[in-house]
């Protein structure tokens, strides 16, 4: 036994809560007012805590929104695959984009920090990468490559705009953009390379 803090049992969820305490600090006050202090209150944890866990604050960051892309991945993929159909397929589309669960006022608010830091992060860069590569395959249960990724920028971006719009999002309108996209599917390429 060679006595070092890192080999010894701890707390078996204390990593997840600083994770999710780090992600509420970061929606409450941005990636640039985020603080190891802050951190460990909101996590009720000793300031020690974290150095414990992670290297630094870019690592926690990191591991922070990796937590987040994650978990929404998840939710996005089982949204999807319990569709037993394309019309149902669509339907969960709509649900992704429309409705209370996918993306919460606090996940975009997350969301616009992960996009803004992974232009200082290679890490986060990463991982938006894979995120948007596990969107695109779990569209792809249902949909051509060219669907799948006009749907997930559709996804991605309505909620984006229903962020900063005092209209509340016509779902109707959503449900027909989504129709037209998966009905244009024959003629969507997925090389974007050309002019």
Not at 153 to 165: C, K, Q, T, V, Y
Request: negative net charge; hydrophobic residues 40%.
């Amino acid at each position: 036994m060679s006595g070092t803090r890192r080999e010894i049992p701890n707390d078996p969820g204390r990593k997840e809560r600083i994770l999710d305490a780090a992600l509420d600090v970061i929606s409450e006050c941005g990636v640039h007012s985020t603080t190891h202090r802050k951190i460990a209150a909101r996590a009720d944890v000793p300031l020690g805590s974290l150095t414990y866990y992670f290297d630094g604050m870019a690592d926690l960051l990191a591991q922070a929104f990796a937590r987040l892309s994650d978990t929404m991945s998840r939710f996005y993929r089982q949204t999807l695959q319990s569709a037993a159909s394309t019309a149902e397929a669509e339907a969960a589309v709509v649900e992704l984009i429309c409705g209370p669960s996918y993306a919460t006022e606090r996940d975009m608010t997350l969301i616009f920090e992960m996009y803004a830091y992974a232009n200082h992060s290679e890490a986060v860069s990463a991982t938006l990468r894979t995120w948007l590569e596990r969107s695109r395959d779990s569209l792809a249960l249902h949909f051509t490559p060219g669907v799948s990724r006009a749907l997930d920028a559709l996804i991605e971006g309505w909620p984006m705009h229903r962020a900063f719009s005092d209209d509340p999002l016509d779902r109707r309108l959503v449900t027909e953009t989504v129709h037209a996209i998966v009905a244009a599917g024959p003629r969507l390429s997925t090389d974007t390379a050309g002019p």
